[in-house]
């Protein structure tokens, strides 16, 4: 999708903008001229052992025809996410898209074994896939209702169907559908949207590691096409400018699917395909 400035004057949070998803999600928005408040812990290179830090995505954003602000949120801490709302608030005065794609990924999720052989901490991929996410859209919402506009969207995947990786990471998948679901009950009437997006396998930079060095990787995905980070914010992109955005909200949807319907390629050309045949379909229809 070539530059443009579809998204000129909108303003985006993107949770988790470091690397991966949340780099290519802030990326494609910048592309089309969206102001991106790129947020994650990776504020210094190689503190989380991976290239990307939030200020080179703020940096790139730039490049790309958007604007990057940088912010440094911990979404293990309330505190941090009620800051970063308010200063959305405070020099925009608007927030037109929450993308909810931060969540942790334990080194133990992608080895062998059992949930009962790994630790129980874990758990924190709930508390900042799913809890941090919910208090994002909190905040998100306070200030979309009263505009009377905006998206919220939670980014998923097959995994909310199909065993990925262990019982915790489904868990937490499957709850983003239905919370965007039951979030979009209670906004509709406000005229604000919200939905959630099926990624399927996306060589970020984690991945590819994980392909290289974890046992068996390869073959559990086997079924996967793999796109790039940025493919899933050309979509995300198109749905923020999408004026009949409404009539999706409540809704799980592909965005392999997606891309076809807005006409959209991966960076290199590419079509992507579904794989909704073979690893299963969404539950959530719009509402």
Not at 156 to 185: E, Q
């Amino acid at each position: 999708m070539a530059s443009g400035s579809s998204l000129a004057g909108k303003v985006a949070v993107v949770t988790g903008a470091s690397r991966g998803v949340g780099r290519g999600i802030a990326l494609a928005l910048a592309d089309q001229g969206a102001t991106v408040y790129v947020t994650g812990r990776t504020v210094t290179a190689g503190q989380e052992g991976l290239s990307g830090t939030i200020g080179e995505t703020a940096a790139e954003v730039d490049a790309r025809g958007g604007k990057g602000i940088a912010v440094a949120v911990d979404l293990a801490r309330d505190e941090d996410i009620a800051a970063l709302f308010a200063q959305v608030q405070a020099e925009q005065g608007r927030l037109d898209l929450l993308v909810n794609n931060a969540i942790v990924i334990p080194p133990e999720l992608t080895q062998p074994g059992g949930f009962w052989e790994k630790p129980l901490s874990n758990w924190e991929m709930f508390d900042v896939g799913l809890r941090a996410a919910y208090v994002a859209a909190w905040h998100a919402a306070k200030i979309m209702v009263p505009q009377r506009s905006g998206l919220i969207v939670g980014i998923s995947g097959y995994v909310g169907v199909t065993y990925t990786y262990g019982p915790i990471f489904g868990t937490v998948k499957t709850g983003l559908d239905r919370m965007a679901r039951d979030m979009a009950v209670e906004l509709k009437e406000h005229g604000v949207a919200s939905l959630s997006l099926w990624q399927g396998f996306t060589y970020t930079e984690r991945a590819i590691e994980n392909l290289r060095s974890v046992p068996g990787m390869a073959n559990q995905l086997k079924s996967a096409a793999g796109s790039s980070p940025e493919f899933p914010g050309r979509v995300v992109a198109a749905l923020a400018a999408d004026p009949a955005i409404m009539a999706r909200s409540g809704g799980t949807f592909i965005n392999a699917e997606l891309a076809q319907e807005y006409g959209l390629t991966d960076i290199d050309g590419r079509t992507i395909p579904s794989n909704r045949a073979e690893r299963g379909s969404p539950i959530w229809q719009p509402v």
